[in-house]
């Protein structure tokens, strides 16, 4: 599958210092419907029952006589107001892409000013809310590294008009060189498909996912409830329990509905959704952590869920965490197709044994190495499930019995380490290892490692940081490469002290 131009289009050009955009004159109302069909449905509810109760001429003690045509009058300026205050925002909305920064500039009495430097792009969504879908028009998200809170939109473009802006951002991104006969023009980069999941393959996720745990719980909950006091009528209290349920099944399914992964040279591609698509985009090297989750009812078909730290979306709510998931749900080989785009090196000879044995675990083959036994003590279940493995480009974090989950950092995407003990944990001779990454999902983490295991770890991986930090400095991932000399068996202590944060409270 490709989006490449089609015939007729013309390649996006970025602007120059002068030239400014607006967005789509049809934005106001794909913005708005929602308030005006409440204002429509609250007061004419209303107007339609004084009709049917007094006529339309019906007296009335506060308006005086005509409440259907007050009611009308009053949805009337409202509608005229909400779309002033629309049309407005769009008349004062402007945006320009040059080929070092992203301008929107907004806002009708507070004015807003936003510029980011396209070379901090972490990911680009193209957003189709079903309203805009009809109007063929689309949302523009994209985000820089600071945590979900720096998310610039552009809301709405025509669909090929957003596809463009998407690759001119990321060609400036990677840093393409300008063709000089043609300054300034960047063509739609095609994409491969890699996997596409079934409906029922979804369908089924749903059913044996978390939520059906929860749902399970609740019946048993109220069944017994009932047998105790023989009150049937609690069954009414736990309506709005099975509602949430159903919107949660509801939300699972139609969000991850038709989930495709593709790579093109703008990185790692990924659509979805059932009433409101998205095509999100991932550039190489913006994931930060990955993170392999299985929950207990997922065992018996072999599906793996998989989730990403990428700098830019952090835990923002609004999206209820669909922006983070690389999987929704694979077997074993996509999970390792997948993991495949994002870290081409695994940094072993044999990933798929290396991985398995993360993954399903326990014990320490394939080089992992679990808690003492002495953790029986405080983790009698899963303490030979607790272990680490580091490769020669990422660290391997396993832990969970029930659920299973296995975090993958690369090296050189380490932001901070830390240990963590406190005075059973002491007295038992063990500590937590955290590795710190970029807000997100995925939080790496081995617990109840050996004290002589945590404190070696400690100290390799601020190391093995240093020297991959040092020889992944191109962001650029389309530019010219440049040879740099690096001694990979010493890192400067200037840089490993670096890693070494306030945070390292051995506790002993």
Known sequence: MSENLLDGEQPFTTDDAQSWHRVHPVSPLVRGWVAVVAVIFIFGRNSLESVFTKGWDGGDSLTGGTPALFIAAIVGGAIVIFGAAFFLSWRFTRYQVTDEHVHINSGVVFRQQRRARIDRVQAIDVVQPLVARAFGLAELKFEVADGGKSAMKLSFLKLAEAKRLRAAILARAAGVALDPEAPGQVQEAPETLVLALKPGRIIGAALFGSTTIVAVCVIVAAVVAVAWSGEPGILVGAVPLFIGIGAAYWKNITGEFNFRVALSPDGVRLHYGLLETRSQTIPPGRVQAVGITQGPLWRLFGWYRVHVNVAGYGTDPSDHGSRTVLLPVGTLDEVMAVLGLIFPDPGVDSPFEVFGAGLRGPGDANGFVHSPRSARWIDPLSWRR??????????????????????????????SLGL?????????????????????????????????????????????????????????????????????????????????????ERGY
């Open 420 to 504: 963590r003990q406190g005075p059973l944990m002491a007295a038992l001779g063990l500590v937590d290892f955290e590795l710190h990454s970029t807000a997100g999902p995925i939080r790496p983490l081995v617990h109840h490692m050996s004290l002589a295991n945590g404190l070696q770890l400690f100290d390799e991986q601020a190391a093995r940081a240093a020297t991959a930090r040092r020889i992944h400095r191109n962001e650029k991932w389309l530019a010219t490469p440049m040879v740099e000399a690096v001694d990979p068996v010493a890192a400067p202590e200037d840089t490993e002290q670096h890693l070494r944060t306030e945070e390292h």
């Open 386 to 415: 607790n272990a680490f493995r580091a490769t020669e480009t990422a660290l391997l974090c396993r832990r969970g019995v029930i659920f299973r989950s296995l975090q993958v950092v690369p090296h050189e995407r380490t932001q």
